[in-house]
């Protein structure tokens, strides 16, 4: 049974709050890349194919917080974060503050497969990239008025803003994907440009494995929402550990870290996850969650807000 699963993150994402029109390009966005996921699972490649393509779609379309619709910086670029692990070999790879690599999660595969390590940040990650061959943009590829628009407002409020708030205009989404293969191994992915009039090479929980993402050969694990309340949480790792430990299903391990542990202490957010029989879910606390997802024989599922 294959099947994938992506989100172009969560926040106060209200049904006033998009247009008829911004909501059928989010749509289509997130169609677009769970097609790209699910048929290369379905002509056999690897999970860890799957969730980088998946991620690589959402990297490429500015409609999202991360690669090209990456949110500015105090200082007015761009610091990008990525990673992603394969559950069958447990290794993984993240980059974190990159600024010049059109992709970051093809950067952060580079650190898995072509280093010793699991995470490097900037300045290293992108010569990593530069090395490698790894397409390279200058600044104004990933400059969106209204990201910068955002910057502004921002500054002028004097304090670093999550891309998760109820003005339609300031647009959402750290991205991600897991997928189990006909091989029955996992993985998953996950990108971010982190948060706006952010300050001093803030990291958040995406290039973290165990706090943003994780995979084993029990479950992959994609988080998105206020990263600092992931982090503390070990977030995606509880979810494996609860399953491990306790005996939980996926849906339940799931559920007890958004809606028991991250909602009661402020960390608003969700997470999309995968089990080794290829179920799916996709559970969040705040007011939506861009998600998809595809199971093996089925339909697509494309949603936004909470159903």
Same mark, same amino acid.
């Given at each position: 049974?294959?099947? #994938?699963?992506?989100?172009? !993150? %969560?926040?106060?994402? $209200? @049904?006033?709050?998009?247009? &008829?029109?911004?909501?059928?390009? +989010?749509?289509?966005?997130?169609?677009?890349?769970?097609?790209?996921?699910?048929?290369?699972?379905?002509?056999?490649?690897?999970?860890?194919?799957?969730?980088?393509?998946?991620?690589?779609?959402?990297?490429?379309?500015?409609?999202?917080?991360?690669?090209?619709?990456?949110?500015?910086?105090?200082?007015?670029?761009?610091?990008?974060?990525?990673?992603?692990?394969?559950?069958?070999?447990?290794?993984?790879?993240?980059?974190?503050?990159?600024?010049?690599?059109?992709?970051?999660?093809?950067?952060?595969?580079?650190?898995?497969?072509?280093?010793?390590?699991? #995470?490097?940040?900037?300045? !290293? %990650?992108?010569?990593? $990239? @530069?090395?490698?061959?790894? &397409?390279?943009?200058?600044?104004? +590829?990933?400059?969106?008025?209204?990201?910068?628009?955002?910057?502004?407002?921002?500054?002028?409020?004097?304090?670093?803003?999550?891309?998760?708030?109820?003005?339609?205009?300031?647009?959402?989404?750290?991205?991600?994907?897991?997928?189990?293969?006909?091989?029955?191994?996992?993985?998953?992915?996950?990108?971010?440009?982190?948060?706006?009039?952010?300050?001093?090479?803030?990291?958040?929980?995406?290039?973290?494995?165990?706090?943003?993402?994780?995979?084993?050969?029990?479950?992959?694990?994609?988080?998105?929402?206020?990263?600092?309340?992931?982090?503390?949480?070990?977030?995606?790792?509880?979810? %494996?550990?609860?399953?491990?430990?306790?005996?939980?299903?996926?849906?339940?391990?799931?559920?007890?870290?958004?809606?028991?542990?991250?909602?009661?202490?402020?960390?608003?957010?969700?997470?999309?996850?995968?089990?080794?029989?290829?179920?799916?879910?996709?559970?969040?606390?705040?007011?939506?969650?861009?998600?998809?997802?595809?199971?093996?024989?089925?339909?697509?599922?494309?949603?936004?807000?909470?159903?």
């Amino acid at each position: 049974m294959y099947a #994938l699963a992506l989100h172009g !993150g %969560a926040g106060t994402i $209200a @049904r006033a709050s998009l247009s &008829p029109a911004d909501e059928q390009q +989010y749509r289509a966005a997130l169609e677009a890349a769970l097609t790209i996921g699910y048929n290369l699972l379905r002509d056999g490649s690897a999970a860890l194919d799957a969730v980088e393509a998946t991620v690589r779609s959402l990297e490429d379309c500015p409609l999202f917080n991360a690669g090209r619709g990456a949110v500015f910086t105090h200082e007015g670029h761009h610091e990008m974060d990525a990673a992603l692990m394969d559950g069958h070999t447990k290794l993984a790879g993240a980059v974190t503050g990159v600024r010049q690599v059109q992709n970051p999660i093809r950067a952060a595969r580079l650190v898995m497969e072509k280093t010793e390590h699991v #995470l490097l940040g900037y300045p !290293g %990650a992108d010569e990593l $990239a @530069r090395e490698y061959g790894l &397409p390279l943009q200058p600044a104004d +590829y990933f400059f969106t008025q209204k990201r910068f628009d955002q910057l502004q407002a921002a500054i002028a409020a004097g304090k670093m803003q999550l891309d998760h708030v109820a003005d339609p205009n300031w647009k959402k989404g750290t991205v991600g994907a897991v997928a189990r293969d006909q091989h029955g191994h996992l993985a998953a992915a996950t990108s971010t440009g982190g948060m706006t009039n952010k300050r001093y090479a803030r990291i958040g929980d995406t290039p973290l494995i165990g706090a943003g993402t994780w995979a084993d050969a029990r479950c992959a694990i994609s988080c998105t929402g206020n990263g600092e309340y992931f982090i503390r949480a070990v977030a995606s790792y509880d979810v %494996a550990c609860l399953m491990e430990y306790k005996g939980l299903s996926l849906a339940e391990a799931a559920r007890i870290v958004v809606q028991d542990k991250l909602a009661p202490v402020g960390g608003e957010g969700g997470l999309i996850a995968i089990d080794a029989d290829g179920n799916t879910t996709l559970p969040f606390n705040s007011e939506g969650m861009y998600r998809a997802s595809r199971r093996e024989g089925e339909a697509g599922m494309v949603a936004i807000y909470k159903e």
